[in-house]
């Protein structure tokens, strides 16, 4: 992968090898930090990047980084101003991910939340298809329980609990599998290793619940505000039993980094006709068009990274209701 030009650290932007951290940092030590995933698109028709709704992801953020009891001295606001800022000093034009992470960086040993320094860096960086399955994704049932909002709150973000997802996600693929779906403490499905699961179960699109040990995705609000607005139909938000991922007519992912993605096998057997379904085609041309600002009614999600967007498209009313 190539490396940034430039990082954002602690309200400066510097060159990317000056921003560094010491083996004793905390967060590197201890899994003290949290962090964000945040994909910018480039629209050729209209020569500029769309950031997809940094606001919604840096809230998210902030609200990680109070789980952990940080104190990060920036609004959402101002994150997504000083996000403009880098990418425009990046000169990003082509899709590109964004990586903020707010960590406690003092150099210090002892387990604990309190009484210590945090910062808080940005860096983005060119990148294309996370896990690239159009035509569908091979998937397992991990044998890892997913860890809960009483052990590692899955709520947030944070980078301790990456563990989790990286243990499932290395054993599926040793297996053959692209990814994993994990099992909730109590047995229900809660998400993939870095995506929300979406099922449609006799006609209906459910997804597991807030509180079934998911994190609250960014995708998975788009996707049930598209299936809403645009197919009419609501999105059950439920628990799942795993048999049920074995009888869907359709499963998808998805996730700023997987974006949305067809899963056609689970654990050997074919999801419905083992080819992607109906629905989720129509929710991926949906968002894919959506993302990258195509959609005037969506347009209010995308953040322009070189031109201030046209007065008439922050004023409607229309977009406001979009919003959130
Ligand atoms: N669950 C997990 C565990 C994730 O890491 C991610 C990626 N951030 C998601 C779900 C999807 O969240 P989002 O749509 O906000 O990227």
Redesign the pocket.
Known sequence: MALPKFAFLDGRILPYSDAKVGLLTHALNYGTGCF??IRAYWSADENELFVFRPHD?FV?FLESSRLLAMQVPFSAEDLAGRLVELLRKEGLREDCYIRPLAFLSEETIGVRLHGLKSSVSIVAFPFGKYLDRPEGAHLTISSWRRIDDNVIP?RG?ITGG?AN?ALAKTDAQNAGFDDAILLDSQGKVS??????VFLVRRGEVVTPRTTDS??E????R?VAALVERELGRPVVERAIDRTELFLAEEVFL????VEIIPVTRVDHRPVGSGVPGPITEQIRRIFFDAVRGKTPRYRSWCEPVYARPAAAVEASPALEAVRG
């Open positions: 964000a995933g992801h998210r899955p973000k990456y997802s998400e993939a290793t870095v995506s929300n998911v994190l995705g960014i995708t998975r788009t998805a996730g700023t980094g």
